[in-house]
């Protein structure tokens, strides 16, 4: 174990199983980060309620595919301590003081917040849904985390965690730590509109088959402006190129220089990030399957996870309560 006084806390919503976007994006530094720092890792079944309320099964479902993806990539229980957010109600305890600090107004101009309401088409916000960054603070103070690894949509929310953080230390007593944020790499979706999202179905599962890869990148959206394979394109605003750069980086500026020259069509791009794709995955796939035959560890590798970070959340409710006066007894 590392002596650093730094913790992080990150973790993905339980809506369905994990994709490229989100190895990009945070997963491959959290497997390089657990070796350096202690991490929480958590499950978020709770926030999945605000966009899945009504279909339980599904975020109940995933919070096991989502542990199976995070084992397949190499998170590794030793070193990250993975758990279900609605199994530490101090989590929601904390969300609930956290709620008296920040006002309505502040929480409907939260751009995140803002953006994601329009994608989805919602005209009147549910309080759950409006309130997610209260709830996000809450996630990252309960363990006293320093380092949130996460993409650049989420900057709004980990400000929000930070005015909050700091207000409560204001009113009360110098208990919370103020987070930071690390943030990683954006991958664009396949329809070249926005990142890859599963709401918006232009991703790629992390455990998505050989001929599932090849069959979404053909149906990739490329350079509009190019029509004929012999075009001369432009690779800096295609998608699929993108993914040369994360997956195949030596030999990005080979494909640059072919697609810009029309000397290189882009069915054999998309050939070619394919093969790339499918080599990055290929040991996620065999972990997965291997995870799979062994279910009863994978839910003791949670229980076990959860049980650890109910024990510091009741430490530090502890605290906040004794900050504020409102610790009368213990029970």
């Known amino acids: 174990m590392n002596n650093t006084k730094d913790i992080i806390l990150t973790g993905d919503r339980t809506t369905g199983q994990l994709h490229l976007g989100h190895y990009v994006g945070s997963l491959r530094s959290r497997v390089q980060l657990q070796n350096e720092y202690k991490t929480y890792i958590l499950l978020a079944d709770v926030q999945a309620l605000t966009t899945h309320y009504d279909q339980p099964a599904l975020i109940a479902d995933s919070v096991h595919q989502v542990t199976l993806d995070y084992l397949a990539v190499g998170i590794d229980p030793n070193k990250a301590t993975l758990f279900i957010q609605s199994m530490i109600p101090e989590i929601a305890e904390l969300t609930v003081i956290f709620s008296m600090f920040v006002t309505v107004n502040s929480l409907r101009h939260n751009p995140t917040i803002k953006t994601e309401a329009r994608d989805r088409g919602y005209t009147d916000l549910y309080y759950g849904f409006l309130g997610y960054p209260v709830s996000q603070a809450a996630d990252i103070a309960f363990c006293k985390a320093t380092l949130v690894p996460a993409g650049e949509d989420q900057i709004p929310h980990i400000e929000t965690a930070r005015k909050l953080v700091r207000r409560f230390n204001e009113l009360y ?22 990142k890859m999202s ?6 790629i599962s992390l455990h998505a088959s050989p001929e599932d890869v090849h069959a979404k990148l053909t149906k990739a959206k490329t350079d509009p402006a190019r029509i004929h394979r012999t075009d ?23 494909i640059h220089a072919s697609c810009s020259q029309g000397s290189m069509g882009c069915r054999d791009c998309k050939r070619i990030a ?41 430490e530090t409710m502890l605290e906040v309560r004794e900050a504020m006066g409102i610790r009368y007894f213990d029970l």
């Open 274 to 314: 394919g093969h790339a794709i499918n080599d990055l995955l290929a040991p996620f796939r065999e972990r997965r399957n291997a995870y799979e035959q062994r279910r009863d560890d994978v839910k003791e590798i949670l229980v076990e996870g959860t049980r650890q970070a109910r024990q510091v959340a009741r």
């Open 232 to 254: 001369p394109g432009h690779p800096d605003i295609c998608p699929v190129f993108a993914y040369h750069q994360l997956f195949r980086k030596e030999h990005a500026e080979e």
């Open 173 to 194: 007593a110098p208990v919370l730590p103020e987070p930071r944020m690390l943030t990683g790499d954006r991958l664009g979706g396949l329809d070249g509109i926005g």
């Open 198 to 203: 599963k709401s918006m179905g232009n991703a």
